[in-house]
Structure formats: C-alpha cells, structure tokens
C-alpha cells in the first residue's frame, strides 16, 4: 500500500524498512553514460553491507550481464553477473514458450542481445532469408535501417513472433537524453502493422526473472521513471522507490497516473536510510504536510502554503494533494513554485 492513501498513513522507518532485497535500475539510477550518480554506490554497498540482497535490472539490451558487473565493480560495488538482470534475459524468458529450442531467431540489437539469444539455445541470424521462427528486438548503438527493415521483412509473415526487449522512448546517456529502443520497435511497428509481446519494465517478466533468482518475496525496487520503473514495480508486487537523479523529476511525479505512482520519492540513494515523513491531511482534506511543507487544493487550484525547508517535502506534498484529489492533472491549475 502506497503512503499516500486518502487517509494518513504510518510510514515505515526508512524506504528499505520491512525488505528482503532493493533492486535497482541502472542508467539514471546507479550511473548515467560511463559515470556514477553522486551517491549511488557509496548507497548500495552499504545496504549490502547491512544484509539486504542487492541486485540490479535493467531494460538496456545492449551489454552483456557481465559487462554490466564489470562497470559496476570499477565503482567499488561488488557485483557479479548473476546479480544483473537484463531484458535481453527477460525476453529469452518468453521466447523459450514461443518457440522450440534450436530454432532460427533474427536479433536485432548487440551483443548483449546476442549473448543471451545463444545462451538460450537458439541459432542468431541477421537475415530475414533464414526463415527465422522469432525477431527478437533490443537497443544497440549499431542498429540502423538495415536491421530494422530485416525485422519488417520477416514479420509480414504472421507466423513469425516478435519480442522486444524494452520500449524505453529515450535513454540517458553521458551526452544527456537519447531516443530508446521504443522509438525503433516503434519504425518496425509502423512498417508491419503489428505489436510486439515485451519482456522488460513495465512488463513483469524482467521481475519474475528477478524474483525467480534472487529467492526473495519481500523487494524495493528504485528507478527513475514513472512509466516503466514505477509501473512495473507495482504491477510485479514490489515496494516502487522513484529517485530524482534520472528521468523524471517533480513536473512527472505531480502528473502521474494512478498506475505509476511511486511508494517512496527521494532526492538520491542517500534518501534509503533517511526516516520517511509522514504525509498529513487536514481534516477538511484541503491541505497536505510533509515535514514543514504544506501544500492545499482550492477547487482546482494547487497552491503552495508553506514552502518549508525542503524542495523534497515541497515535491512528496504536492505529489500526495494532487494525487488523492481524484482529478486529472490537465484540469488543474498547478503553482509553478511546486515543480519549476
């Protein structure tokens, strides 16, 4: 159950309180491009080092799970490959009822892709005229035309399934935001007229996969986007922790929809171990605090009472008003003070 409920809500002590494990997102998360997010590592090492299993998934198909652990251990994390869930494993998850082992499979994407494709038992090709029995469609820096119109070649011929990986719209990268795998299964998408079945977040094959090798019932999962990491975490039963080190900020948080909400939000990894304030509403249900900042709904105005000290609080406040109104955020008039 979420903390912000129509009616005040008893944190627990700390985000992580009350958990098995805390499994993280990567980019935006722990890193972002080749660098570590201040805090990310210095965060999880030491939740590991309190007894919680740590692991990490993510819906970037383009590196191997191995070559993951290697970036994470040069930030003095402690990772092995098996600690790292990746799409590309999701999907091979799926593909394995879809299809016979042995079979053809056209990979699109790289060698993160194209690891788990062989891994799983089934022959890689490029080229639409092997007969492939599956496309399988991942994120690679590499993918252009060429292998996007392999893909559309062989999916006219509805027999043929089709699973992507993920369909991130953008990705971050050292260089800022970038177009993710969505936008080219979305190419693939217009060109053949069908949908792929999806294997990474929002979908909750990536966390059963997770569940399944961790061993744990009881997980917080932190991510920095509404609509995959949060919106998978809840539809797989996990706590959803939303940092505001990647992706979506304050503008996103306040505009969620009800799927995508997240449990806990914190600045960044250092929040884990922080006591979560208690969110409390008036008793005319107007006004929502957090800590010193108090936000109140007049009609369809959302408005700023006391900032407090805290752009944090001001943020879980405004989040919480808006959010246990009931009403769509288009039809709201939102004081910029809560996200600008």
Known sequence: MGLFGKRTETPAATPLDGVEAVLADLDGVVYQGPEAIPFAAESLGRASAEGLRVGFIT?????????????????????APDDVVTSPQAAMRLMVDLVPQGSTILVVGGVGLTTEVERAGFVVTRSSKDAPAAVVQGFAPEVGWLQLAEASFALHDPAVHWVATNTDWTIPVAGGIAPGNGTLVSAVHTAVGRLPVVAGKPEVAIFDEAKARFGVDTAAFIGDRLDTDTMGAKRAGLRAIHVLTGIDRAKQLLAAPADSRPDFIIDDL??????YPATRTSKDGAETTVGAATVRMDGHRVRIVKAGDSPLDLVRAGSAAIWNSGLSIHALDVEAGLYS
């Open 59 to 79: 819906n970037n198909a383009s590196r191997t799970a191995a070559q993951v652990a290697e970036h994470l251990t040069s930030f003095g994390l402690a990772v």
């Open 270 to 275: 250092r929040g884990l171990f922080d006591p």
